[in-house]
Structures are given as structure tokens and as C-alpha cells.
């Protein structure tokens, strides 16, 4: 059977702000789209919560419309695949699939003292638990989250030893709400960002399980992110499909822009800035305070990563938009950026709600300095553009300072559309930069592991024929200017600095 001559993959998307589906052709070409918005809950400062039911309603209907517009029944899906927000935390009742909490956000810190508390009270425990999880002892991940609705939710830490209660990222509660309660699994990349899974042994550490007092009663199983996840209830949406594949989202996003040998890295330039780097089969501990993380799992051999994360990257144009009202679009802001150029005095650090990857400051605040007179809006909108990338060339500098470089990055996500912005992070990082020509790599991440799994392609290699670019962008600035701009920033982030 050629390509061409089989059906379709369907991608189940589930982000932080939207749930989207996206059919792909055998060739990885988007067919058809469906994608809602959902509320987000911020019931205390720096609480961030979602609706699982409204995940689930959204994702499922997202499905309907992506069908419904490419004119496809489902039984012309080969294979479906999962992607998802990570590290948010979800935990129901097995009996009636009713969540007992509302899912706690990757980005929410409300469990921020109790990490401290850990922290201050066993100098050595977080090289500890970074030795066995690849992360740090920070609320970004799930188990602290987990510990919380466990302690919160009158009945739950009882019912959970009982084994009444299910936990699960949002993979896992979709894959348990698609196969109608059939299957409670994750895969080894969604498990990596739990801080309760060794990622050297591939399984649930018990250590960890006591330390953060969580009962493996509620755990899923962990699997390949390629592997037989069970079936489609057939009544919602017409047929039973296959499900394939699960990836978190920025692994998938790697898997998308088909970064499949050490050395590969990828950049989602979305709300925040996932830079993930593959370093093949080994686990490279950074001392430079980036995570470590599995890249994908497949026949039961892990490929590891070395990621760092920015929590503000978009989310700052559209402070800019939304908050000082200096634009009204972002298509605004490559004008502006062109007519102010790179020699801009001003700086902005976006530390908005801490900084993360390599500072992991959470204390830290925002700043603009560098104002004079005849700073306007164009040299504001610019500071926010460039920000995000010296954000990257901080994690280039500290994966340097690791000794693990990448020759050359691929990058994608709504800012990307700039390409003064592409341009420049290729200046300000000296290396190559290309955009794909199908930008949609986390979805497509997942279609390509579904369609490892349903026999559609028979290897990575096949798949890495399926990528190609549509733009690239080559280093030209020198390296004294390079260093001048560069240090200009550092100096900036020096000021609001609050932790060591
Ligand atoms: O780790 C959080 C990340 O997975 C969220 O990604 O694209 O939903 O903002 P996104």
C-alpha cells in the first residue's frame, strides 16, 4: 500500500488556551481543523485552573468539526495520536469518571512554599530528585499539584489508597474518557514531567511516590509514546479508531519537526518558549539548571532531551497589545521592529511571574529600562520582540556551558510569522534557523507516532522525509555586536534578579 492509498490520521491537540484536532494526509498535509477556546480559572493570585469536563467537550467537538469539514466518516482514520498541555493535573473517580477537582495548570504556583519548604529543609534533596526525574523541585510540575487535591479535597487521599481515584495528565483523562474508561495509561514523555517517574529506569520511583506522599494506586500505566493505547468508543464519532500515539506537547512538537538525532533542536515560540534539544540515548544531567526529559519512547528504547522553558514569549506581545494598548495586532509589530532596528536602547525583561529556564527565579519581576526622551512605541514593541529572543540565547548559553550545542534549530509557533523575529534570533544565537512548512508540528508529532504505530510509516527515517522547510534564515551579525546586544540584556536581567 502506497501513502497516498491509505486513510488518514487524526490528531487530538489539547493545549492551554484551545483544543484542537487536525486531520493529516498520509504525506503529514493538514486536511482539516477543528479547534475551540476554553475559560481559564484564576480563583487566587497565581492559581491557574481549567474545566476537565470543558477539555473534554471542547477536544471531542473539535474532532466533530475537523471531520465534518474535510468531508471524512471515521472510519477513514487509520490511527489517532494525543498531544497535550503537560504536567496539568487531573484526578476522577474510576466508577463514574467524574473529576473531583478541577485540573491544577502547569502554570499555577500555589503549591510555590511548600517546594521552598522541601528545599530548605534538605540542602541535598532536590540533586536528589533531579538525578531521578531530569527536573527540578519546582510547582511546574505534576506531583506537588497531585499532593494538593490529595490534601484538599475532603475524602480524596482515602479514596485514592482505596484505589477509587484515577490520576492523569490531560492525555491520560482523554484517553480515559475516549475509550470510555477502558484504558488509564500515559506515555514515558507525559510521565517525565510528573516529577514521580524515573526517567533512567522508565517507571514510577518509590522514593518519590513517598516523598510527595502520593499512593500508586492512582497511577497509569506508562507506555511507549508509539503503542497500542486502545480504542475509540465507536459512539463518539462514528467508528472505533485506533489510538496510537502520546506525546506531550513540546516532545511532540520535536517529533513534528522531525528532530530525531542528537544534537536536533526545536523552538515552539507559543505563550511561553520550549526549547528542546534530542540528545539520543543518553541522559544528560545540565549543570546549568535546564530539565532533562524524555524525548519520546519507542519500542521501549527512551531518546532523551534537554529542554529549557520561557514562560513568557508571546504572552508578551500580547501584554503588549492587551495591557499597554501599544498595538492592535501582532502583524504590527515586524514593522515596528524594522523601522526601530536592532540597535535599541531599550530593554524589557518579561519576568512577569518569576523567570524560568536557566534563572528558575520566581521572585524575579518585569522591568523596561533604558528609556530616554525620545523612546516611543516602536522602540517598546522592538524591547518585547528581542526579549524573547535573548530569552533562547540564554538557553543556547547555558546548553553551551553543558557542552551539548545544537548545530542548527528549527523553529515554529504564532511568533514565528515575524520574520524580523527569526531573523534576529538567528543573528543574536549565531546559528541557522529554519521554519517548516507545516507549522502545526505538535499535532503532527503525535499523527506521525499514530501512524508508527498503525504500520502507515516503518521508521523515524521515513518520517524525517516528510519534513522540509519553508523558510531559513542564515547568522549575520558579527560577533562584537552580537556580544554588545547581548550584553546589554544580561545587564538587564542583573537588575531584577531576586534569587542567587
Ligand atoms: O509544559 C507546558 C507546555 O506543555 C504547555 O504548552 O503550548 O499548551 O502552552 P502550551
Redesign the pocket.
Known sequence: MSLQESGYLLSFD????SSRAIIFSPAGEIIATGQYEFTQYFPEPGWVEHDPQEIWSTTLQAAKDALGKAGLQASQIMAAGIT?????TLVWDRASGEPIYNAIV??DRRTASYCQSLKSENDALEARVTAKTGLLLDP?FSATKLRWILDNVEGARERAQNGELAFGTVDTFLLWKLTNGQVHATDATNAS?TLLFNIHQQCWDDELLALFDIPAALLPEVKDSSADYGRINPDLLGAEILVGGIA???QAALIGQACFRPGMAKS?Y???C?MVMNTGEQALESRHRLLTTVAYRINGTPVYAIEG?IFMAGATIQWIRDGLNLIRNASETQSLAEATGYENPVYMVPAFTGLGAPYWDPQARGAIMGLTRDTGIKEIVTAGLQAVCYQTRDLIEAMRADGIEPDSLRVD?GMVANSWVVQFLADILGIPIACPKVTET?ALGAAFLAGLQCGLYNSLEQIETLWSHDRAYQPALDADHQERLYQGWLDAVARVRCGD
Open positions: 489539547q493545549g492551554t488556551t497535550n498541555q503537560r504536567e496539568t502547569w502554570q511546574y514531567r506531550g506537547d513540546q515552539t507559543g505563550t511561553g520550549f522553558s509557533g505538535t
